[in-house]
């Protein structure tokens, strides 16, 4: 079977290099990119890299979403602005929001059956966004809907690595679950594979990185955008996993942001969470999303605390973004 893969936000700062990986990806035979800008050149630009996958560029004229969209197998939607420093993931709200509820609309029009993958923000709430509009449209399946919080799980890898002194990062597994930003964002280094020992002199300070790793980058950018290439990576990284288990790879686990009351064993965790959008570690399968792990058993002391201000900060996250779905604003 083909795959057709769909990059919209493709001419941006993280379109651009995920579309690259996309290309060079075995998995898939189509790729169309979709933006607002750009595409046509980014197109011809990947067309010449010799890989199997067709590369086709649309803009919004002529229809040219729903041509990008029609039949799409998988979905990866970082279209929208980044923050600059001194925003919030919230203050992207107001545009970013509107940008996923129309993309939404016209997936669930001519690829209902996609798998979509969201890395715009802030992913607490495009999210809930998406899964509305996909309700209300009649072709909501929450095991094809994700959150991408893979670039949390990537930068836990990093920081992590380098106090225990792992030359590996890749070869540690460590589960952040939650939402992704700021406080919402819980890294369990306690749940971590193999087991890490973190001094507690510095366990905060590591706690804080992961949590706002994106503020270096956004502030290290200084008014340039936030991190691209790394999410290019982390996209990529979790797009390949949903891939390989739709083709039926075994074994294949990664935290993703997502609808848990419609995925099996997800509700346990909604009850005890009181969120029904959430990061937990999934298991990727040929249906998408096919179990949630329940990462709250086992949880120490420092990580109970953590989780608690997840959930003050996450609900209100979720609630703004079901509610934009149900009453946008008018223009
Ligand atoms: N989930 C995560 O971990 C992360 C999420 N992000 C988010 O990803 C988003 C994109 O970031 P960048 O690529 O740096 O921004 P960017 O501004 O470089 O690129 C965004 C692209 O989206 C396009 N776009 C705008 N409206 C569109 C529409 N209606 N349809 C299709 N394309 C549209 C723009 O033309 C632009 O090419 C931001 O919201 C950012 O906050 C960034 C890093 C990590
Ligand atoms: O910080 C930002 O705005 C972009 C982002 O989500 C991240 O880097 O984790």
Redesign the pocket.
């Known amino acids: 079977m083909g795959i057709k893969a769909v990059v919209?936000?493709?001419?941006?700062?993280?379109?651009q290099p995920l579309s690259l990986l996309l290309k060079t990806s075995s998995l898939i035979s189509e790729l169309a990119l979709?933006?607002?800008?750009?595409t046509p050149g980014v197109a011809a630009d990947l067309s010449h890299i010799s890989s199997p996958a067709k590369i086709s560029g649309y803009l919004?004229k002529d229809d040219g979403?729903k041509t990008a969209f029609k039949d799409a197998d998988i979905i990866v939607i970082?279209?929208?602005?980044?923050?600059k420093p001194g925003m919030t993931?919230d203050d992207?709200f107001n545009i970013?929001a509107g940008?996923v509820k129309?993309?939404i609309e016209t997936i669930a029009e001519v690829a209902p059956k996609a798998y979509i993958l969201?890395?715009?923000?802030p992913?607490n709430s495009t999210v809930p966004i998406a899964a509305e509009v996909l309700k209300a449209k009649g072709v909501f399946d929450p095991k094809r809907l994700f959150?991408?919080?893979?670039?949390?799980v990537v930068r836990a890898e990093t920081f992590v690595a380098e106090i225990v002194g792992e030359s590996n990062p890749q070869s540690l597994t460590i589960p952040v679950i939650g939402g992704?930003s700021g406080e919402t964002i819980v890294p369990l280094f306690s749940q971590a594979k193999p087991a890490v020992s973190i001094p507690e002199d510095k366990y905060a300070d590591l706690v804080k990185r992961v949590q706002f790793g994106?503020d270096e980058v956004v502030k290290a950018k200084d008014g340039a955008?936030?991190?691209?290439l790394s999410?290019a990576y982390?996209g990529f990284r979790f797009a390949e996993k949903v891939l390989r288990g739709l083709k039926g790879e075994e074994g294949i686990i990664e935290p993703s942001f997502v609808y848990l009351p419609g995925v099996a064993g997800g509700d346990v965790i909604a009850k005890e969470t009181g969120c029904d959008f959430f990061s937990v570690p999934i298991q990727l399968g040929t249906s998408g999303a096919e179990k949630a792990l329940n990462p709250l058993t086992g949880l120490d002391e420092n990580e109970k605390t953590l989780l608690k201000a997840c959930v003050e900060g996450l609900k209100g996250n979720i609630t703004k973004g079901v509610n934009f779905a149900h009453n946008p604003p008018q223009k």
């Open positions: 919209a936000g493709a001419s941006g700062g993280i379109g979709y933006d607002v800008v750009n919004p979403a970082p279209a929208g602005i980044p923050r993931r992207l970013n940008i129309g993309l969201i890395i715009s923000n992913v959150g991408v919080t893979t670039l949390d992704h994106g955008g936030s991190a691209t999410m982390a």
